[in-house]
């Protein structure tokens, strides 16, 4: 944006409970009021100094197959760091490199270095599938741990920033539980004639129901940190394949 004039001007943050006075208020900062509105002149370019990077390490042990027994566990260890988000389609000209985004609002420029939200340092995976003592009856099974997303507290300064939320905190001051969950497959295989192998299976996702949030509701004020959305409960799914 190289038509806007956005104005430094000092609030205080008024802390999670979004009530200016109380003992959990914050210091005070600086935000950008865009005044008078509407001058805005947007070009599209390669914003000067924009960076993200990716750092991981990853072991995987592989037990071949062995009466039966097919295995193979996995643990990664990673680090994403940047001055913009890794959210969907974030290098499309969406979200912080958008309109709207880091390189125009001054306001979603604060805060905005550091972890991303889509950082997850742990990340652990263990497959296996097992043979059942009934002919043609396998049992697979899929263990997965990932670390919580991190995210920020926000606060509303007033339409003037033109955002809902103007970010008070670095992301990765707040952090969603972690996600352990395994998923499980029963299949039972038989030949339909000489060229086909027919399939039925149940699979169940989400064996153990874990609940666990994978956003909350980062702006101050009375559901502060309360979860708005959730990973999906124990499902169940059934069908049929044929190989030919």
Same mark, same amino acid.
């Given at each position: 944006? $190289?038509?806007?004039?956005?104005?430094?001007?000092?609030?205080?943050?008024?802390?999670? /409970?979004?009530?200016?006075?109380?003992?959990?208020?914050?210091?005070?900062?600086? @935000?950008?009021? /865009?005044?008078?509105?509407?001058?805005?002149?947007?070009? +599209?370019? %390669?914003?000067?100094?924009a960076f993200?990077?990716?750092?991981?390490? #990853? &072991?995987?042990?592989?037990?071949?197959?062995?009466?039966?027994?097919? !295995?193979?566990?996995?643990?990664?260890?990673?680090?994403t760091r940047?001055?913009?988000?890794?959210?969907?389609?974030?290098?499309?000209?969406?979200?912080?490199?958008?309109?709207?985004? *880091? &390189?125009? %609002?001054?306001?979603?420029?604060? &805060?905005?270095?550091?972890?991303?939200?889509?950082?997850?340092?742990? *990340?652990?995976?263990?497959?296996?599938?097992?043979? !059942?003592?009934?002919?043609?009856?396998? +049992?697979?099974?899929?263990?997965?741990?990932?670390?919580?997303? =991190?995210?920020?507290?926000?606060? %509303?300064?007033?339409?003037?920033?033109q955002l +809902?939320?103007?970010?008070? #905190?670095?992301?990765?001051?707040?952090?969603?539980?972690?996600?352990?969950?395994?998923?499980?497959?029963?299949?039972?295989?038989?030949?339909?004639?000489?060229?086909?192998?027919?399939?039925?299976?149940?699979?169940? &996702?989400? @064996?153990?129901?874990?609940?666990?949030?994978?956003?909350?509701?980062?702006?101050?004020?009375?559901?502060?940190? +309360?979860?708005?959305?959730? $990973?999906? =409960?124990?499902?169940?799914?059934?069908?049929?394949?044929?190989?030919?």
């Amino acid at each position: 944006d $190289v038509g806007t004039a956005w104005t430094p001007t000092g609030v205080t943050d008024p802390g999670p /409970d979004n009530v200016r006075g109380t003992s959990d208020d914050g210091g005070p900062m600086t @935000v950008y009021y /865009d005044y008078p509105p509407d001058d805005a002149d947007l070009i +599209l370019t %390669n914003p000067t100094g924009a960076f993200r990077r990716y750092d991981a390490l #990853e &072991f995987v042990a592989i037990r071949r197959s062995a009466r039966g027994l097919d !295995l193979q566990a996995s643990y990664t260890w990673a680090r994403t760091r940047g001055n913009f988000n890794n959210e969907f389609s974030s290098n499309a000209a969406n979200n912080d490199l958008s309109v709207n985004g *880091d &390189f125009v %609002n001054p306001n979603r420029a604060l &805060f905005s270095e550091g972890r991303t939200t889509r950082d997850y340092p742990h *990340d652990v995976k263990v497959l296996g599938t097992y043979p !059942l003592p009934w002919g043609g009856v396998r +049992l697979s099974v899929v263990y997965r741990y990932t670390s919580g997303r =991190p995210w920020a507290r926000t606060v %509303n300064f007033g339409p003037l920033t033109q955002l +809902l939320g103007t970010r008070v #905190e670095p992301i990765g001051s707040q952090e969603l539980p972690a996600t352990n969950s395994a998923d499980m497959r029963v299949e039972k295989t038989f030949k339909a004639g000489t060229a086909a192998i027919v399939g039925l299976f149940a699979t169940v &996702f989400n @064996v153990n129901n874990q609940g666990v949030p994978f956003n909350a509701a980062s702006a101050s004020g009375p559901n502060f940190g +309360l979860p708005i959305a959730w $990973v999906d =409960p124990r499902r169940v799914r059934a069908g049929v394949r044929v190989i030919f």
